[in-house]
C-alpha cells in the first residue's frame, strides 16, 4: 500500500521554525515530483511549494518565498518542508503529495498521492 505519511507539525509562536517530514511507503518516490499544500479553516487548499525528482528544479509560492525550502532525501525515500520566520497566516494544515512525473512541470497538479495532513499552529 502507497502512503505519504506527515510528521514534525506543531506549535510554535511567530518567528520560530518547524521541519515537516513526508515519509513514503509502498513504493519509491525519488523520481516523482512533490508538493507541499496547506489549507487553513474556511480556504481552499493552496500549494506552497514543489520539488522535481532530481531536485534541480523547485516552485515556491510568494507567500513563503525565502522562508520556506522544501528538499527530499531520495535514498530515505523522505521529503522535507523546513519553515523558518513563521508567521501566524502560515497556521494551516500542511500535505504532501506525489505527482508521477518526474519533471516540475505543473507544480500545481495534478497529485496522484496525498499523504493525511499535518496541522502546524503559529501564534502571535
Known amino acids: 500500500q502507497v502512503q505519504l505519511v506527515e510528521s514534525g507539525g506543531g506549535l510554535v509562536q511567530a518567528g520560530g521554525s518547524l521541519r515537516l517530514s513526508c515519509a513514503a511507503s509502498?513504493?519509491?518516490?525519488?523520481?516523482?515530483?512533490i508538493g507541499w499544500f496547506r489549507q487553513a479553516p474556511g480556504k481552499d487548499r493552496e500549494l506552497v511549494a514543489a520539488?522535481?525528482?532530481?531536485?534541480?528544479?523547485?516552485y515556491y509560492s510568494d507567500s513563503v518565498k525565502g522562508r520556506f525550502t522544501i528538499s527530499r532525501d531520495n535514498p530515505q525515500n523522505t521529503m522535507y518542508l523546513t519553515m523558518n520566520s513563521l508567521k501566524p497566516e502560515d497556521t494551516a494544515v500542511y500535505f504532501c503529495?506525489?505527482?508521477?512525473?518526474?519533471?516540475?512541470?505543473?507544480?500545481?497538479?495534478?497529485?496522484?498521492?496525498w499523504g493525511q495532513g499535518t496541522q502546524v499552529t503559529v501564534s502571535s
Open positions: 503529495a506525489a505527482q508521477r512525473t518526474s519533471l516540475l512541470i505543473a507544480p500545481r497538479g495534478p497529485y496522484d498521492y
Open positions: 509502498g513504493r519509491t518516490f525519488s523520481r516523482n515530483v
Open positions: 520539488i522535481s525528482g532530481s531536485s534541480s528544479s523547485t
